[in-house]
């Protein structure tokens, strides 16, 4: 089992930036790849970016590619999403998720965290 609990949402004017990050415990990171998703109000969670479990290969949503980057420690069993150049349309719960396969749709998802909120305002 791996437990994940996100950090650092919150508000933020557009334009700005935030850190969110993923801390795991229960297994080692580097055992899967990791990923965020997002859901805003009244949508499906959509996929935002994965990492592999070396960190030496991304992938990003079209919507949020040059702005958004995504890494990961394995050291320190966590994971981090660098959101820049935020837009009001970012607003949404942001999901951290882990995966013995690498993964742009939920079903291949493994494990999930609670989520934190962010908010873009305009």
């Known amino acids: 089992q791996v437990q994940l609990v996100e950090s650092g949402g919150g508000l933020v004017q557009a334009g700005g930036s935030l850190r969110l990050s993923c801390a795991a415990s229960?297994?080692?990171?580097?055992?899967?790849?990791m990923g965020w998703f997002r859901q805003a109000p009244g949508q499906e969670r959509e996929f935002v970016a994965v990492i592999s479990k070396s960190g030496s290969g991304t992938y990003y949503a079209e919507s949020v590619k040059g702005r958004f980057t995504i890494s990961r420690d394995n050291a320190k069993n966590t994971e981090y999403l660098q959101m820049n150049s935020l837009k009001p349309e970012d607003t949404a719960v942001y999901y951290c998720?882990?995966?013995?396969?690498?993964?742009?749709?939920?079903?291949?998802?493994?494990?999930w965290g609670k989520g934190t909120l962010v908010t873009v305002s305009s």
């Open positions: 229960g297994r080692t990171l580097s055992a899967y790849y």
């Open positions: 998720a882990a995966g013995s396969r690498s993964f742009t749709v939920r079903d291949r998802v493994d494990y």
